[in-house]
């Protein structure tokens, strides 16, 4: 397992993409900051970032997999490596540690433009909503992180079943921008089976906001706990069904 993981983060490390996705992350937060008035509410959200990562993710996961077909490597690595379940777990750690490395980005850089835009203003340990500042951007960035775990599984899962990366970015958008309104619409139109429909896995978007933001649980109809627990749950699930693809895919 080891050497699958060096392996892996060697070609991650050497590939353009994952840098791409980092400066695209960094322009996207500094037309946050060009576009809009600076808040509060955006010192809290990373800029914009916690919407940009998971997009990130997707694109720079499924990227990562499908490399290996395009390139026709993917036989080489069979042939290096007898356990096929190393070869996806390494995968998975390294863009795990990638979406980590993005959050920590994130925040470094929002403290970055703040000093730089806004010096004198809103302090840090000042109250917004219900936590001193500070602590809602960590909160939010943890949500990310979580929410992270469900992205990967969910972007190898998407790239072994339809095997067109282009298809899997685009959920990754669709999810991005439409996921919270389509399930927010799906348990509103469907109330006498909210019981069951508040779990499903669009509504794990909201956890990017809702551990700072007690509210959004009445749009998500579940518990701070639940929401994670769901994240978790889901990331295994689309982990492992993503495996059961790759173990049977034709090389």
Same mark, same amino acid.
């Given at each position: 397992?080891?050497?699958?993981?060096?392996?892996?983060?060697?070609? $991650?490390?050497?590939?353009? #993409?994952?840098?791409?996705?980092?400066?695209?992350?960094?322009?996207?937060?500094?037309? =946050?900051?060009?576009?809009?008035?600076?808040?509060?509410?955006?010192?809290? *959200?990373?800029?914009?970032?916690?919407?940009?990562?998971? #997009?990130?993710?997707?694109?720079?996961?499924?990227?990562?997999?499908?490399?290996?077909?395009?390139? !026709?490597?993917?036989?080489?690595?069979?042939?290096?490596?007898?356990?096929?379940?190393?070869?996806?777990?390494?995968?998975?750690?390294?863009?795990? #540690?990638?979406?980590? /490395?993005?959050?920590?980005?994130?925040?470094?850089?929002?403290?970055?433009l703040k000093l730089l835009l806004v010096p004198g203003e809103f302090s840090?340990?000042?109250?917004?909503?219900?936590?001193?500042?500070?602590?809602?951007?960590?909160?939010?960035?943890?949500? *990310?992180?979580?929410?992270?775990?469900?992205?990967?599984?969910?972007?190898?899962?998407?790239?072994?079943?339809?095997?067109?990366?282009?298809?899997?970015?685009?959920?990754?958008?669709?999810?991005?921008?439409?996921?919270? =309104?389509?399930?927010?619409?799906?348990?509103?139109?469907?109330? =006498?089976?909210?019981?069951?429909?508040?779990? !499903?896995?669009?509504?794990?978007? $909201? #956890?990017?906001?809702?551990?700072?933001?007690?509210?959004?649980?009445?749009?998500?109809?579940?518990?701070?706990?639940?929401?994670?627990?769901?994240?978790? /749950?889901?990331?295994?699930?689309?982990?492992?069904?993503?495996?059961?693809?790759?173990?049977?895919?034709?090389?």
């Open positions: 397992m080891r050497t699958s993981l060096k392996e892996e983060i060697f070609k $991650f490390y050497h590939q353009k #993409i994952a840098l791409y996705g980092l400066v695209t992350m960094l322009l996207l937060m500094i037309y =946050s900051v060009l576009t809009k008035n600076i808040t509060k509410s955006m010192l809290a *959200v990373g800029f914009g970032s916690i919407e940009w990562i998971p #997009i990130i993710l997707i694109a720079v996961g499924s990227a990562f997999f499908a490399m290996e077909y395009t390139n !026709n490597t993917i036989i080489m690595l069979m042939y290096k490596h007898s356990s096929k379940i190393k070869i996806y777990l390494a995968k998975f750690l390294v863009v795990v #540690i990638y979406g980590l /490395i993005l959050t920590v980005v994130a925040i470094l850089f929002t403290l970055v840090w340990s000042a109250n917004f909503q219900e936590h001193a500042l500070w602590v809602d951007l960590l909160l939010n960035m943890a949500g *990310v992180v979580i929410y992270s775990l469900f992205i990967v599984g969910l972007s190898f899962m998407l790239i072994m079943l339809v095997k067109v990366n282009a298809v899997v970015i685009c959920v990754g958008l669709s999810l991005a921008f439409f996921g919270a =309104s389509f399930s927010s619409g799906l348990m509103t139109a469907l109330p =006498s089976l909210i019981g069951l429909t508040k779990w !499903n896995p669009l509504s794990l978007i $909201f #956890i990017s906001q809702q551990l700072t933001r007690s509210s959004i649980s009445l749009k998500s109809n579940l518990t701070d706990v639940q929401l994670v627990v769901a994240t978790i /749950i889901y990331s295994i699930f689309f982990a492992v069904l993503g495996y059961y693809l790759f173990k049977h895919r034709r090389v």
